[in-house]
Nanobody, 126 residues
Framework: QSQLAESGGGLVQPGGSLRLACAAS????????IGWFRQAPGKEREGVAC????????EYKDSVKGRFTTSRDSFKNTVYLQMNSLKPEDTAVYFC???????????????????WGQGTQVTVSS
């Protein structure tokens, strides 16, 4: 069964770091643009980062620029989201999603994604 699975969430103090992983099974991520999204209680899902096929280009939501970095590891068939200098407002469930496209950096959650992960909770609190 083809699926995406996120991991690496947890509780961290403000200013801390977490690295989320988005691992694919049953298919290769090399043909997919990957988006990272988050959804806080009572809020709409929003895009925070994306990476094109082959890691050729990334984009970030303004509020996370300089703090979040996404990258690929083709050998591990995994995409990562490194989150530094975390703030309480970063608290949310984080999702990754795969878009079958060689051109798009999918930062909008409303695109026609082939796969979505189940989400991982990130809580930033002292």
């Amino acid at each position: 069964q083809s699926q995406l699975a996120e991991s690496g969430g947890g509780l961290v103090q403000p200013g801390g770091s977490l690295r989320l992983a988005c691992a694919a099974s049953g298919f290769s991520l090399d043909e997919y643009g990957i988006g990272w999204f988050r959804q806080a209680p009572g809020k709409e899902r929003e895009g925070v980062a994306c990476i094109r096929v082959n890691g050729d280009g990334t984009e970030y939501k303004d509020s996370v620029k300089g703090r979040f970095t996404t990258s690929r590891d083709s050998f591990k068939n995994t995409v990562y989201l490194q989150m530094n200098s975390l703030k309480p407002e970063d608290t949310a469930v984080y999702f990754c999603a795969a878009l079958l496209s060689f051109h798009h950096c999918p930062l909008s959650p409303y695109l026609d994604f082939t796969y979505w992960g189940q989400g991982t909770q990130v809580t930033v609190s002292s």
